[in-house]
């Protein structure tokens, strides 16, 4: 399939890949990155038949063959052929993209593609992380998300949507993002400073039941496993440091470390459906695709707030 | 321990109880009913040791011996040794009860005991049947509260806290009760003529994933099991009919049915902070413990919004 | 692809099927019948990728389409394109099959097509039904096998291989399969009489914990019920009867029924490598495909112990 | 209660008590150790309702209130009031020794106190940390198991029982040991030597679906992450060293690692219905209590395999 590109998100991990530390991964360059992408059918073969040329869709990253164990299980992000859209294979910061049917993802009704494009990495990595541990997010629980940024505040949103009424507790060192935090429903915002004493503070000396980190620097590993209480579980999306902790106190405490990936097709539709009740909100900012450059400049100085979108010219949402 | 009682909720198992019904449950007439109390410590024995006299408290109805398997697994309801404060020993239509320390839950700070009062049984009788299946409740999905009375709107609140983003549709004969569910959170509030129907146009033909009964009569028992999808859950608190299904559909829709009792010690102390937090909302209504019988024969006759809480001479909260 | 069949297994449903009792399935007579098929592969399009020509293969009667949300969610037995080779399209009691490639289950090497054909159906209904209920089963607990016939006598394995230690009671009016389920681990084997009583004695009066009920009449859905625990599950394979309970009874007893469809690709595949490691056992009896009228009148007496498999001349098992 | 000793287990963590390693949890020397222990009761108070004098019981180690948030959802070993009998308060390496009524299980009929006394703590501390991850034990997939020493052979067992069909591989440096998981029904035994290569040999290069560590060094920290399939999960009992891995890694391979403590009262209940019904073997080697300093210099020397049991003088088991 054939899709015009209307919008595509720009993510921390295009600056890993630039910076040449995804070849474990798979990425080889030069490649057109962009793996949050969304758009509208613009040609499709003749067994497509789940959507139709003009209709609007995301596209699933990961590729997925359908017919291995993992695709079968539904954990499809662990296909045995694995590629992924932007990183191994061409992706969104251009014109049109080709894609098998498997990664289309239609959007519901009314939705602008541009406007949810991120969900195609930053959501389903978020959906995926909250969803496999909202069990834990019980009523008189606490939870702390590392980190607002574009993935971050998605899932700071989903701890709430998909837990059962923890209290959730959002850290980060811009006064922006703890703002755009606390319009989120955070019930409380820190700073980044003194972090698991705070913690402990609000939580009556025991610690938080799960902390999400977005981050992934030695600094959050050491900080995210020092406010755990016990029992506590302590799940990575951001990547970066080194994770280090004796055993005896892994068994002391009985911690759990969760490394997480990005989502399946069903985390993707699932978000999507979550958006269109109202029930999520993307914080985006639109430029032309032409400034990807001085965009990602941005990026990696920490000037974003939410998620940026690259839109091919004249293709602006109305 | 002692407890001085500041409310007590009327329920339709006290109905039950006045119409002879509930001997199967182990009731002997006379006693006193009253099985949703709250109130504050009055006097402890030596070795009560997690409260102290002038406490607010909850009695959680169920009597458990904190000793066999079934209490040590954390299903006290299901305990070896099973009383029931207000039904099978005296309850909390009265100035005082008696119970063991394992029947107390702290109300956390700030909350008036009777306003709470019915927590202690249509509080867990309602978060223990949701939490059970809260995990079928994903986005895409529909959910169907039928009854939205003094159970059924709690319920209907549950379902939005500890569901992840399934539409909630709210069932009820009276505009005052369709009202409040709408008020609540329903995402659709339909009357109870032609329900069936009605679920499957809203959900382009296919049915409901769950449907919870707070109702539980010949007619819902039937027009709950044919509103489900294929793989459907149908869930039981109200009850009084009979269910009846041919064991083909049951195969061929891949149908469940779930008959629930009342909860454990800990969903009550889970629906508290819920509460604590203003996540939920108790709809009552505060009489004096002298009208009892008035009250009764509102509840009877269906003019109880939320629920009537019983409050003896003086105690009124302030 | 073209499968050449060395094997099919014949199944009470072929019997409902005849009577013309499967139109609700979507059955339409004359078809060929044969829902339990193995052979090898004959022919292959282009694009196939998983087998080639010549390896063996079980077919998953389900047809799957992996784009739907229930494919994508691994619950494909609940595709929304639903079509099930040997009830609404031709099947396995002929020489060749003709079918997708995501019905084709690769069968691990050393093992005969004919010998494992009736997992195809039998194998995959009663692993679905045993492996949703499997965390009922644990030490303490007691589980009852109603009817070990083609499907129960798999079903009862199951129950010992993915449960973990629960007290296993098989009931059979038949001497034979008592005797089959003595052989196969069953702790306690029932002839038909009385069962309910016997299961109360056989628990310290407190009923089993899980029943799952391979027969599926009036009678098996009456002792079902009757002989639970109070929290116990009734789990319905076998169909035909009308189930019946007060809800005041379901309640009380927080009862729950579960009805079960067939199983998914991933429940075959599974069950594959269970008995490719010798952890299942399956009871088949080898007939020539000419003989197939003789071999289901043989069914409706009652007189298959495990499960018959239609040969086609001239490719017995060696 | 006052128990009469008739058999207490060695366990590595009385050394590491010896050694001064356990004041973080709470030791203080001197103190009897001994947190393995079995017998008679021999006094108990008015209040006591679930054992009578003579009766054989096993000593939970944890204490317990019962009345905490922990104790009321059943995981008891969370106790807000936590000791821990032989390690904070006076064990079992006596004649007697005093406990709460919430640490005693009743042991099976049929089965002797001294040859199921290593299962309050090697028994519940396997089962706890077997159970909560046997639902990643399923057909296709495979375990290893490292260290099958007292708490491992059991571990080992339980992967089988509680399980669903994977492969079981055990490890161990000493060909005693691997004998005897061998004969406990280990599906490949490997030594220490060359044991992620040797599992990715195994797996298809795949590597393990689940490792438990019941050694815990350095070593088997770096060899059990190694050793991991994409999804897999880490399991740590036996401790002393120190786990590290990039988190990078960590995500791109969505790894999880688990500390584990040690079980509940249900956990050593369902260990003890296990064993009755002969589904467990415990290797136990019997010495008398005097000899505890010699017992104790072969556990550190490695010179015991299975589980070591003191008996005071007189009470060996006939």
Request: aromatic share 4%.
């Amino acid at each position: 399939m054939l899709v015009k590109i209307e919008g595509a998100g720009v993510c921390a991990t295009d600056l890993h890949a630039i910076d040449g530390e995804m070849e474990p991964a798979g990425l080889t360059l030069p490649i057109v990155l962009g793996h949050e992408s969304a758009g509208r059918v613009a040609a499709a073969g003749d067994l497509v038949s789940t959507v139709a040329v003009g209709d609007p869709v995301l596209i699933s990253p990961p590729h997925t063959c359908g017919l291995c164990v993992a695709c079968r299980r539904g954990r499809d992000m662990m296909c045995a052929h694995h590629q992924f859209t932007g990183l191994t294979v061409d992706g969104g910061f251009a014109e049109y993209v080709v894609v098998s049917e498997r990664s289309i993802v239609p959007i519901p009704a009314g939705l602008d593609p541009a406007s949810v494009a991120p969900y195609s990495d930053a959501g389903i990595t978020a959906y995926h992380a909250v969803k496999r541990l909202s069990h834990l997010i019980v009523p008189g629980s606490t939870v702390v998300a590392l980190g607002i940024g574009g993935v971050g505040h998605v899932g700071l949103q989903l701890l709430r949507e998909l837990g059962a009424g923890g209290t959730i507790v959002a850290v980060d060192p811009s006064p922006q993002r703890r703002a755009l935090a606390a319009s989120l429903g955070a019930d409380a915002v820190l700073d980044a400073i003194e972090v698991p004493s705070a913690v402990r503070d609000l939580t009556d000396g025991h610690g938080a039941d799960l902390v999400m980190d977005f981050v992934g620097t030695d600094d959050t590993h050491a900080a995210g496993l020092e406010m755990l209480t016990r029992g506590g579980t302590y799940s990575i999306v951001g990547f970066g440091g080194v994770v280090t902790m004796p055993s005896a106190a892994m068994v002391g405490n009985e911690t759990t470390i969760v490394g997480n990936l990005v989502g399946s097709w069903i985390d993707l539709w699932e978000v999507l459906q979550l958006h269109a009740r109202g029930r999520l909100t993307l914080k985006t900012e639109i430029h032309p695709l032409e400034a990807v450059n001085d965009v990602l400049a941005q990026l990696r100085e920490g000037e974003i707030t939410g998620r940026a979108v690259l839109v091919p010219n004249g293709r602006e949402p109305t």
